[in-house]
């Protein structure tokens, strides 16, 4: 599991650090002072889960969610703040977060939290590696044989394993972590046409890369653009 902390006080996040590593010392645990602090480690880190401040110089932390939520679909936010308001909880909602933490974070309320994402990212060495490959390769033509191959099991078994684990099919994860890289892409470069997007990220369809975009995010890559860069 990888989490990222955001939070313009060092304190809170030493604080909030120690606690989740004293529950879950496995668990993977990055620091962000501000948004673009943020942006720049969930564009080289797979980040699961997202504790966000609320008052951050420059962007804000839920202007900071429905920029990282339109980037990486997967992720999940926990909402740190000192004040909650109806405006902020009426954005939080349409922001899909997974909970709130008030300030002072109090122990048991973030094991709380903690504990309904504990089964997330604990996968066997060999899934593990499977996943690594899948996002380095991600670019080029991966197949279930040349992955399971790769990592010394047989198809058949690698398939139901990766299903048990993950919780979807290999098919299935690889093509939506194509697409989340495409909106990274999309809000990143503007500028490149969308057919450049789509081979960049392991479609060698246009047609079939826009399809499978509008499954995920609702609206076209061209759609979609707009929306960003506005």
């Not at 804000?60 to 679909?73: Q, V």
């Not at 399971?148 to 690698?158: G, L, N, Q, R």
């Not at 246009?206 to 975009?213: A, E, K, R």
Request: hydrophobic residues 40%; aromatic residues 12%; negative net charge.
């Amino acid at each position: 599991m990888n989490i990222i902390l955001v939070d313009d006080e060092p304190l809170e996040i030493e604080q909030l650090t120690f606690l989740i590593q004293k529950h879950y010392p496995k668990w993977n645990v990055y620091h962000a002072f501000d948004a673009a602090q943020a942006l720049n480690i969930c564009e080289k880190q797979h980040i699961d889960l997202s504790f966000l401040d609320i008052h951050l110089p420059g962007k804000d932390g839920l202007e900071l969610g429905k920029l990282l939520k339109t980037k990486h679909t997967h992720m999940e936010f926990i909402i740190v703040t000192a004040f909650q308001t109806f405006e902020y909880a009426q954005t939080s909602i349409k922001l899909g977060v997974a909970d709130f933490l008030t300030k002072p974070v109090i122990e048991e309320e973030l094991v709380e939290v903690l504990n309904k994402f504990k089964h997330r990212g604990n996968y066997s060495p060999s899934i593990q590696q499977a996943l690594s490959i899948i996002h380095q390769e991600f670019k080029d033509k991966l197949t279930l044989p040349y992955l399971s191959s790769k990592i010394h099991m047989s198809p058949i078994y690698f398939s139901r394993k990766f299903m048990e684990e993950v919780g979807i099919g290999f098919s299935e994860y690889l093509n939506k972590y194509r697409i989340e890289a495409a909106a990274g892409l999309l809000a990143k470069n503007p500028n490149l046409h969308i057919s450049t997007i789509a081979e960049e990220c392991g479609f060698n369809s246009q047609h079939y890369f826009s399809q499978q975009f509008k499954r995920y995010y609702g609206k076209t890559p061209r759609e979609y653009k707009v929306e960003v860069t506005h």
